[in-house]
């Protein structure tokens, strides 16, 4: 099964959607703030325990705003002459320990003579980040992810991590990317909107091939120029 993914238009909708309202709240809570401030210099005294409580709750919205706004807005990207490879093994490394605790290895394939990429690698990291991170979540009981870097005969830069997990039912393929689908107890559902929505800034495209008991494989493929 195989599902070429179109959800990254949308993704990029949503991402300034939730930029502009969460400037838009922000507004607000600075008049909130300022005025709550002032009545409780003057009447504080006789409602400690309220104004607490206002003001803990305001600093909770805040707090949501603001990693709302880190989510939706990405950080000083810096694209420059990237080495997906070395960007691939820096991030096999850090999950090397989460890996060993899981009973999961890598099997590790990366073209020899790869062209370098014009490329945010810190973006880029954090997409692999996210599927490696995925990929040894679905597997409880061990076993391989076997990861590869190579190039197409159509100028494009191919990296596949495939796992060998519960796999994904046809039906559920399309959610992958949407905001906050997760089948997880303690998930987010962001990893891969935030992955997909950067593979888009990159002009490239994600498929995802799975089998139910057998696997998944995530495609990305980014072009050379
Ligand atoms: P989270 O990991 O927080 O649930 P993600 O956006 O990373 O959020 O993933 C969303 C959902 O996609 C997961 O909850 C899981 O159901 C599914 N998924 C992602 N990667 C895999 C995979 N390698 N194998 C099986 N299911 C996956
Ligand atoms: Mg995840």
Redesign the pocket.
């Known amino acids: 099964m195989q599902e070429q993914l179109r959800k990254s238009d949308t993704l990029t909708v949503v991402g300034e959607l939730a930029a502009g309202i969460a400037h838009e709240i922000r507004n607000p809570m600075t008049a909130l703030k300022g005025f709550i401030q002032l009545l409780e210099n003057s009447i504080g005294e006789q409602h400690a325990m309220y104004f607490h409580v206002i003001k803990s709750e305001l600093q909770r919205i805040e707090s949501i705003i603001t990693e709302f706004l880190i989510l939706a807005k990405p950080q000083a990207v810096q694209y420059q002459e990237t080495n997906l490879i070395k960007t691939m093994k820096d991030t096999v490394e850090l999950l090397n320990a989460q890996a060993m605790m899981h009973n999961v290895q890598f099997n590790e394939y990366y073209q020899s003579n790869l062209s370098t990429l014009y490329a945010e690698p810190n973006q880029l990291k954090q997409v692999f980040i996210?599927?490696i991170?995925?990929?040894i979540?679905?597997m409880p009981k061990g076993g391989y992810i076997s990861i590869s870097i190579e190039e197409t005969e159509e100028q494009q830069i191919h990296i596949c991590i495939k796992?060998e997990?519960?796999?994904?039912p046809k039906d559920?393929v399309k959610k992958?990317?949407e905001p906050f689908?997760?089948?997880?107890e303690r998930?987010?559902?962001?990893?891969?909107?935030v992955s997909f929505k950067i593979i888009k800034e990159h002009r490239g495209t994600v498929e995802v091939e799975?089998e139910v008991g057998a696997g998944?494989a995530?495609h990305i493929y980014l072009p050379k120029k």
Do not use: Q
């Open positions: 996210n599927i991170k995925n990929a979540e679905v796992d997990g519960s796999g994904i559920k992958l990317g689908y997760t089948t997880k998930g987010t559902g962001l990893g891969l909107m799975s998944t995530f």
